[in-house]
């Protein structure tokens, strides 16, 4: 009983936490069950785990790198919510590059973020078409 309660909540946890569908929940659950094995520590505590090729592995981390996996990739759910397009390009608040509506480029916030955050400036920069020097 508390074995079967460890793997089936350290899993539903572990492939939740790691993105996976809740339509495919089960599926990815019943697929990976049969790897997973409950142990006791020295001190008497049960925990579940996964028994891979280079030994011993907590659920978690089996179950994130498993869905970076090809197999389990597909598992995945899709993004979705306000940005779910995403990729469709960068947006910052206020770019000291833009010169887009009358505006001119900031000097002294470019040099400010050049000397704070410097991929942070190449993105902006980059992204308000000037060219990059730094």
């Known amino acids: 009983?508390?074995?079967?309660v460890l793997v089936e909540?350290?899993?539903t946890?572990?492939?939740?936490?790691a993105g996976v569908s809740k339509d495919f929940l089960k599926a990815a659950r019943a697929m990976l069950k049969p790897s997973v094995k409950v142990v006791r520590d020295d001190d008497g505590a049960r925990r579940a785990?996964?028994?891979?090729d280079l030994g011993e592995e907590e659920i978690g981390k089996y179950v994130t790198n498993w869905a970076q996996s090809d197999e389990g990739r597909v598992f995945i759910a899709k993004p979705s919510g306000g940005d779910a397009g995403g990729g469709k390009g960068q947006q910052f608040a206020d770019n000291p590059w833009d010169s887009g509506n009358g505006k001119r480029p900031n000097l002294t916030k470019?040099?400010?973020l050049i000397s704070e955050n410097p991929a942070k400036a190449r993105l902006m920069a980059q992204a308000a078409g000037a060219t990059v020097t730094w």
């Not at 009983?1 to 079967?4: C, F, L, V």
């Not at 946890?13 to 936490?17: E, H, P, R």
């Open 9 to 11: 909540d350290g899993l």
């Open 13 to 17: 946890k572990a492939l939740v936490d």
């Open 110 to 112: 470019q040099q400010q």
């Open 1 to 4: 009983m508390i074995a079967s």
């Open 49 to 52: 785990i996964v028994e891979t």
